[in-house]
């Protein structure tokens, strides 16, 4: 909007009538009951403020053209109320420069068009969700996460473990991706105590939702109130209330319990199930499904991420029957102890195995740049990039879709773009909607915006 405001020389004041905002229609309203009021005030009093209106815009209108004296009352008048109106509603917002103004201009300006984006389910967990959350969130407010609740280690696994709680690391980072970043509360939600007995490791925004948790009786509740004081576009829901644990059966028949061990194992997963191994799925995250649009999976860790929210029946099953447009975005780079010499396609069919249906995706999203520097730490542990194996991919009944989702290092780093990866995202979701061309990006622009 302030491109848009910048471009066309917009005063500052005027931006109050940059369409789209929804406030120019209460503009008019306000002012027509005025006008009626004070008519019918004056009615009341017997002063016939009509006849003497009339009489006095006859008057003045013998010696001046009728059309323009109209035009100058009417304008004279609008600005008035105008200037009347904003200055009141600053008033009481307590806002009394431009910067703040601004602010308020922008914010509007955003939600009224944000609104109205596409219903987007993003199934994950993991730094791989919060990176995609960011990038989502400036696409559409219809945004509802789903994360997987089987984290059993570090600050989330102690307070699992000692309070009894849902882990809250993964819901803490979700929350802090769909707020606005520079906001200072967003800063401490993310804040790690590096000292104190009891305290050292855990973050903020963990204790603060587990106090939360204690009491509002459940942490739907507690999800939902500190997305309140973030002020937070979307929703962020756990898969299952249940106390889901991961269980991994290894291909060398070795049986792993816990999220944290599995990929310590240094194994092939062959399966991977909870404990207790039905867990029941939030109604609501079930009626986000049902009314999506469009559905995401990944990135993120392929066996502790994102698999085990379809370990969750009625998630599977649901995203499986669901016509919404559904993706999956692939890991750049294999994770060692976990996706060892994994190629795209055995991502994919690790997915399908688990949620027990062919259907769950129609598009595989990955990467096509690797750096010519590639940075040597990837090597010495392990990681290598994922190799796109198109035949096989095909074989499943999945197409491919791939741009440059990368960040821009000079080091040689591999790290998701959330910006490249939600706009690649919605190029896709707009071309199998509507057809190459798109009200958000035409082919062109989309190529260019993959490039920077």
């Not at 308020?104 to 967990?125: D, F, H, M, T």
């Not at 028949?253 to 191994?277: Q, W």
Request: proline share 3%.
């Amino acid at each position: 909007m302030k491109n848009f405001r910048n471009s066309m020389k917009m005063p500052k004041e005027a931006g109050w009538l940059i369409p789209g905002l929804q406030v120019k229609r209460w503009f008019a309203l306000i002012f027509v009951g005025a006008v009626f009021m004070v008519l019918g005030f004056l009615m009341l009093c017997d002063i016939k403020p009509i006849f003497y209106t009339m009489e006095f815009i006859r008057k003045i209108a013998s010696n001046i053209s009728t059309e323009w004296l109209a035009l100058a009352i009417i304008m004279f008048g609008g600005a008035i109320f105008f200037k009347g109106w904003q200055k009141t509603n600053l008033s009481i917002l307590d806002l009394h420069n431009g910067k703040d103004q601004e602010t308020i201009l922008e914010a509007l300006y955003r939600r009224r068009k944000l609104n109205r984006g596409p219903k987007i389910v993003a199934i994950g967990g993991g730094t791989g969700l919060s990176m995609l959350l960011k990038g989502i969130k400036h696409i559409t407010n219809n945004i509802t996460a789903v994360v997987t609740v089987g984290d059993d280690g570090g600050s989330s696994g102690r307070l699992r473990e000692d309070m009894g709680v849902l882990p809250p690391g993964d819901i803490r980072n979700c929350i802090a991706a769909l707020a606005d970043d520079e906001d200072l509360i967003t800063k401490l939600f993310q804040y790690r105590f590096k000292s104190g007995e009891g305290l050292e490791g855990h973050s903020f925004g963990n204790l603060f939702l587990t106090a939360l948790c204690a009491i509002t009786g459940d942490m739907v509740r507690a999800v939902k109130e500190s997305s309140n004081v973030l002020s937070i576009r979307g929703r962020v829901l756990p898969a299952t209330l249940d106390d889901m644990k991961l269980v991994a059966e290894m291909e060398d028949g070795r049986i792993i319990h816990g999220e944290s061990n599995i990929p310590e194992a240094h194994g092939r997963v062959k399966r991977l199930y909870t404990d207790p191994v039905h867990c029941k799925a939030l109604e609501d995250v079930i009626t986000a499904i049902k009314d999506a649009d469009l559905i995401i999976m990944g990135p993120g860790s392929l066996y502790t991420s994102v698999i085990p929210n379809l370990l969750v029946e009625e998630i599977a099953r649901e995203v499986a029957a669901s016509n919404a447009k559904k993706i999956y975005v692939c890991n750049i780079m294999t994770q060692p102890g976990e996706t060892d010499n994994y190629k795209v396609s055995d991502h994919i069919n690790a997915l399908m195995q688990h949620a027990n249906s062919r259907k769950i995706l129609d598009t595989v999203l990955v990467n096509d740049f690797i750096p010519s520097n590639l940075a040597s730490k990837y090597q010495m542990a392990g990681s290598y990039p994922v190799k796109v194996d198109v035949e096989n991919v095909r074989k499943l009944g999945v197409s491919i879709f791939s741009r440059k989702l990368i960040e821009d290092s000079k080091e040689g780093y591999v790290r998701h773009s959330s910006n490249r990866v939600a706009r690649a995202i919605l190029y896709w979701y707009k071309k199998e909607h509507k057809g190459v061309k798109s009200s958000f990006f035409n082919h062109k622009e989309a190529v260019a915006e993959s490039s920077k």
